[in-house]
């Protein structure tokens, strides 16, 4: 009994349910753990309404208001570390594999962590380990690093590495 967990304390559901406790200790079948990964994704997202509706509002407003919906290029005209990554995401869901690398390469260990990390929540329902917050900060400082390279070879010369003026800043210095 020493140094032993309970099963509760694994447990990743809903605060105070653990009517599907019992689930966990037979097997289940496929129906079962869709049923269940989406009831957590749904217990997920009304978590969250409000970071959703944010963003939600924040692209309905830079669509018509915004030179750009990059947050970084709106502000200061500079692309941002992440710039290309929905180009590349979408490039991969069509299978364009050499065209997602061409455009962000750190599209795959982001995919990666993103299946890792909803194969362990709303599968297994584990919660994330330290080895996924530590591959997390290992693709971040090799974001920054990719960027800064990516800024040096091609700003402000090639697409999407340019410099857009009509910016913030830019729009604060003419008044």
Request: proline residues 5%.
């Amino acid at each position: 009994m020493c140094g032993e967990v309970s099963e509760e304390d694994h447990y990743v559901g809903a605060p105070g349910d653990h009517r599907r406790m019992e689930v966990l200790h037979m097997k289940r079948t496929f129906r079962q753990i869709v049923r269940d990964a989406f009831e957590l994704l749904v217990n997920d997202m009304k978590d969250i309404k409000w970071a959703i509706i944010l963003v939600i509002a924040y692209f309905v407003f830079g669509k018509y208001f915004l030179y750009s919906l990059c947050p970084m290029v709106a502000v200061t005209g500079f692309p941002c570390p992440g710039c290309g990554l929905t180009r590349a995401g979408l490039r991969l869901l069509r299978f364009d594999f050499a065209g997602a690398y061409e455009i962000h390469p750190m599209i795959y260990p982001i995919a990666v962590y993103a299946g890792v990390f909803g194969w362990n929540r709303y599968i297994r329902r584990r919660k994330t380990g330290i080895w996924m917050k530590r591959f997390l900060a290992v693709l971040f400082i090799l974001m920054i690093l990719f960027y800064v390279w990516r800024m040096m070879r091609y700003f402000p010369d090639r697409p999407p590495m340019n410099y857009y003026e009509r910016n913030l800043i830019w729009f604060l210095k003419k008044i």
